[in-house]
DNA sequence: GTGAAAGCGCTAACAC
DNA sequence: GTGTTAGCGCTTTCAC
């Protein structure tokens, strides 16, 4: 356990064959969990190695494998949807022999950067989240390894997988008709990613339900949300729902409402979209439209396996055993051409913010 | 820009040297940005690199270089507060030779694992946000790496900065004295980290101030605030004021108080301790205890560096040179007998929750 | 200013 | 089952 008292090196793969008295394949073969190993040796082998202290050096392993199996995910530390994401997708690797490696996009740091570094780790395949770059771009600092992009729907030439806004803001405009609201406001965020998708969703539903849809400006924030509120308050009469682009809006309402003395849901229905953390809160109990990041996370791991198999089968295995030196030509390996786009549906989560209209 | 349309492998330095007619040496001085070469080369270097869409393999570099400038950082997905430092850190290796490599802890990956990886990485320190394990362990898995731990205060084996808590909530009674309370409370939460620290730091301050502290428990969460705030109502008399053990807890307070009819700060004056995104918001408005996000950061990214400078001094270098293989024995490289222990101090943040009391 | 060559720690044929 | 060996792509003396 601890290591020796002696200056300078790190134990390597060697010392571990010294010290359990075999040869470095062997001990390569039982830290690889490989098969060609007695019972016993794999015994010595790995007590020799917990007893110096070897770690397998994960650049050599790298490095020296033909391809990696590592999967490269590309965040953002501002997004906490990001964060729910890295666990489902952590969660999605365990116990697989794929491998997440992190980078970050920060303020101070941009996506270019942050993909760059995932290709100079070669990893098997990327997954960038909530992607702000442009296809082309994307395709290019990816140079030739396969890209993903997760929560951001994009267009027909990448691997995409997103959330169903459309049905997702449908949802939302059922429950509240189901409720017998007859007049719903769609408080949108113009600009915002998914607008459009949201807009068209609520249109469609309003319209399929008979209901009258309005649709107006409600932003991104609890502060645009509590002017929204206000505007609302000032009207001759209340609309009997509203459904905020996000909870964050949706918040700032409930808080102007709240001062106000405005009853939610006796006056007014309130839904959120997103589900966030304080949406769930007892003191909070807001009704939203919920994202699935278990399969948002899962589906864009499994495509992006899917994707390192692909380089294995299209690879040039067969041929590149004997080729001489040099024979072959530079490039990088060709991706499979057709692409595949996901919408995962959303839920609805009915907490207390809805119920029925004053009216009924 | 695009790569040639042929099949295969990754352009190595040696596909550059090639395009460019120079030899590999001659490359690797160029994309290092290393002396030796003339402008007119380093030109066509660059040229031929970006032509045949040239990506510096990070896995190999790595495992040359004798010793790693990269910074391992152990974070947790589910820590807002992780994130920011996230970015401080990026931001404060900009334009160093430094680069930070993530590993992240979620609820299905231990920070053991999380550090391990690191270490299998080789990077040249390790800074752990937060870390949940004794620093008995922590030294064991980082097996020799130096590590920093941030974020929490430990003994005198380890390096590590934190916020100073004890000065933080002195802070805190000191503006509510100041403001002419005489009763404060300070709503603890039992067996957090920092609990000791703010408990003392508390009757501390008070007794110097000549307050009445009391020590109730208020728990992390927005609920058990609240149900501090019901049990405050349920009194006699309201304190004046009162100090939560974090912004969330405040939140469940400040909650509570709204819907009763209780006014902030006329009736009761809130302080919160985080200053978290939520309590800047226009319509909460929080005084809070400020930590000094940027200041940690810094301080554990400099605490590292200084750690793998230490590495070079100390290092094996001068003995290395001529010596037969074999003859170096395994270990670690010994880490400096010092340890450096950082409180950074918070500071106040007045906002609308704190005024007068009623009395005055 | 430039090139040849050794080797970082590991894996994967291939021989025995 | 086990050992030998040839590199993965890069950096870095050391000659020229």
């Given amino acids: 356990m601890t290591p020796p008292p002696s200056p300078g090196r790190r134990p390597t793969m060697r010392d571990v064959a010294q010290e359990a008295g075999v040869s470095t394949a062997l001990v390569s073969i039982v830290v690889r969990g490989a098969v060609g190993a007695s019972e016993a040796t794999r015994g010595r082998v790995l007590d020799a190695a917990q007893r ?60 270019g950067a942050a993909l760059h570094d995932l290709v100079a780790y ?29 929560n951001r729907s994009m267009g027909q030439e990448l691997d995409w997988v997103s959330s169903d806004d459309e049905q997702g803001i449908a949802l939302a405009v059922e429950h509240l008709v189901e409720l017998g609201h007859r007049d719903v406001v769609f408080a949108t965020s113009a600009g915002a990613a998914g607008a459009d998708e949201r807009n068209e969703g609520f249109t469609a539903a309003a319209e399929k339900s008979g209901a009258i849809g309005e649709i107006v400006e409600g932003g991104s924030t ?23 682009f996000n909870d964050r809006s949706a918040l700032g309402m409930l808080d102007v409402f709240v001062r106000r003395g405005v009853r939610v849901p006796h006056d007014i229905s309130v839904v959120g979209y997103d ?49 001489a030196p040099g024979a072959s030509e530079t490039s990088f390996p060709r991706r499979s051409p057709e692409v595949s786009s996901l919408r995962i549906p959303t839920t609805l989560v009915v907490r207390m913010t809805t119920g029925p209209p004053r009216s009924v």
Same sequence: chains 1, 2.
């Fill in 52 to 111: 110096i202290g070897y770690v397998r050096d994960e650049r050599a392993r790298l490095l020296r494998a033909r391809r990696s199996m590592d999967i490269g995910v590309c965040f953002e530390t501002q997004q906490p949807f990001h964060h729910k994401l890295l666990d489902v997708m952590y969660a999605a690797v365990v116990s697989t022999e794929h491998s997440i490696v992190l980078s970050a996009v920060t303020p101070s740091r941009g996506e």
């Fill in 122 to 150: 070669r990893c098997g395949a990327i997954i960038s989240l909530g992607s702000r770059l442009p296809s082309q771009e994307l395709s290019e600092v990816a140079s030739g390894i396969p890209l993903v992009v997760a």
């Fill in 222 to 244: 609890e502060v645009s949300g509590a002017e929204l509120a206000v505007a609302l308050l000032e009207r001759d009469e209340l609309p009997s729902g509203v459904i905020a």
């Fill in 275 to 323: 589900d966030s953390e304080i949406a769930g809160r007892s003191y909070v109990q807001l009704t939203t439209i919920a994202q699935d990041t278990q399969a948002m996370g899962q589906a864009a791991v499994e495509l992006a396996v899917s994707r390192i198999v692909d380089e294995f089968e299209g690879g040039v295995r067969p041929r590149e055993v004997g080729l």
